[in-house]
């Protein structure tokens, strides 16, 4: 249930997204939803792991 997560994000067709536009983008749409800030910017795929790292260390 989604009352015991403490933020939420949807990606529809994971598979198919990431195919067409990358894992760059999908980071980017989580990290963006999570924290409700649509100007956060992903440069890099690894950049986007390290991102969800440290901004959402123990976060469900």
Avoid: T
């Avoid at 994000?9 to 989580?30: H, M, P």
């Avoid at 963006?32 to 790292?53: A, C, E, Y």
């Amino acid at each position: 249930m989604s009352i015991f997560f403490e933020f939420k994000s949807f990606v529809e067709n994971v598979n198919e997204v990431s195919k067409v536009s990358g894992l760059k983008k999908l980071q980017k749409q989580v990290l963006s939803d999570v924290f409700q800030d649509q100007s956060l910017v992903v440069k890099s795929v690894s950049d986007g792991k390290f991102k969800m790292r440290k901004l959402m260390p123990s976060r469900k």
